[in-house]
C-alpha cells in the first residue's frame, strides 16, 4: 500500500514569506491520536459486520448504483471527512486532515492488486515524483515496515523521510484491508546535496507530523475496487499567512489522494518492470 496517498504541505509560499519552525506539542499529539483511535475503531466495527466494506456501501441504492457506475467508467471519488464518531474533534495548534478516496481497476484480481501495494522496493517507480526513493525494511508475513522519501512540489519543494507500519489482513478471496502508521517522519533540509541534513523530529516546518492509513479492497464487477481512507496532522494556519496557507490545506490533501489512487490503477493496468511478488 502507498503512504504517500495525504502527504498534507500546511504551508506553500515563496522562502522569504514562509512561516518559521514549529513544535509538536503534546496537546496537538493527544487530540490526533484519540481521532485515530476512534476512527480505527469505526473501522474495526465495520470490518466486524462486514457492512459498509466501502464507503458508498451506506448510500441509498439509487445513488449509491450511479456512483459504482462513474467509478466503472474511470472516475475518482473522494470526499472529505470532518467529523468521527459523530464529533468534532479539535486540535490544539494543529489540524487533522481526514480523506477518503476510491478507484476501480478493471481486469485486476485482488491478488494482483496486492502484489502491487507491497512491492514497496519499487513505488518510487509507480509513484514519482511524489515517492523519491522507498524500500522494505523488515517483512514477516503481512507485516511491514517500510521506508519512504516523499517530495511534494507547489512554489516550493518539501522532502520528508518517512518509516510506516503496515498490516495487511485477508478476509476472503475477493476482499482484503490493511492499515498503517508512521514511525518516523523528518524533515530534510538541501536534500541530495552535500550538506543534506535531517530537521529534528517535531521542530520542523509542520508539513506532516502523523499519517494513519486503512485501505480495503473488493474484487468484484471483472476489477477490483480499492478505497484508501488517510488522515494527516500537520501544523495549524499561523497567523498572517492565512490568506496564503488556507487554500492548500485542503486542496492538497485531496490532490495527494487523487493522484496516489489514479497512480494505482495506471500501474495495475499496464506492465511493471522488475515487481516482484509479496511473500
Not at 39 to 59: I, K, V
Not at 89 to 113: R, S, Y
Not at 158 to 166: A, G, S
Amino acid at each position: 500500500m502507498l503512504i504517500a496517498a495525504s502527504f498534507a504541505l500546511a504551508a506553500i509560499a515563496p522562502a522569504c514569506a514562509t512561516p518559521g519552525p514549529v513544535e509538536l506539542k503534546p496537546p496537538t499529539t493527544e487530540a490526533y491520536e484519540r481521532y485515530v483511535r476512534l476512527t480505527q475503531a469505526r473501522n474495526d466495527e465495520e470490518l466486524r459486520l462486514g457492512s459498509p466494506f466501502l464507503f458508498l456501501d451506506a448510500l441509498d441504492t439509487v445513488p449509491r448504483e450511479a456512483a459504482y457506475a462513474a467509478l466503472r467508467r474511470g472516475e475518482v471519488r473522494i470526499e472529505r471527512e470532518a467529523r468521527v464518531a459523530g464529533q468534532v474533534i479539535q486540535c490544539p495548534d494543529g489540524m487533522i486532515h481526514h480523506w477518503v478516496g476510491m478507484i476501480f481497476v478493471p481486469g485486476a484480481t485482488l491478488g494482483e492488486t496486492l502484489r502491487l501495494l507491497q512491492d514497496y522496493n519499487h513505488q518510487a517507480s509507480y509513484y514519482s515524483p511524489d515517492v523519491m526513493r522507498s524500500r522494505i525494511l523488515a517483512h514477516s508475513g503481512n507485516d511491514f515496515r517500510v521506508y519512504m522519501r516523499f517530495r511534494r512540489k507547489k512554489v516550493i519543494t518539501v522532502v520528508l523521510d518517512t518509516e510506516h507500519e503496515i498490516h495487511y489482513l485477508l478476509l476472503d478471496a475477493t476482499r482484503a484491508h490493511s492499515r498503517s502508521a508512521t514511525l518516523r517522519v523528518t524533515e530534510v533540509e538541501n536534500p541530495g546535496k552535500a550538506d543534506e541534513t535531517q530537521k529534528p523530529v517535531g521542530r520542523d516546518g509542520g508539513y506532516l507530523w502523523r499519517m494513519n492509513t486503512w485501505w480495503r479492497f473488493l474484487e468484484r464487477d471483472g476489477g477490483t475496487y480499492v478505497q484508501s481512507e488517510s488522515v494527516s496532522l500537520t501544523r495549524s494556519i499561523p497567523t498572517g499567512f492565512g490568506w496564503l496557507i488556507r487554500p492548500f490545506v485542503t486542496s492538497i490533501p485531496r490532490e495527494a489522494l487523487t493522484f496516489t489512487l489514479t497512480a494505482t490503477r495506471s500501474a495495475l493496468t499496464q506492465p511493471r518492470p522488475g515487481s516482484a511478488p509479496a511473500r
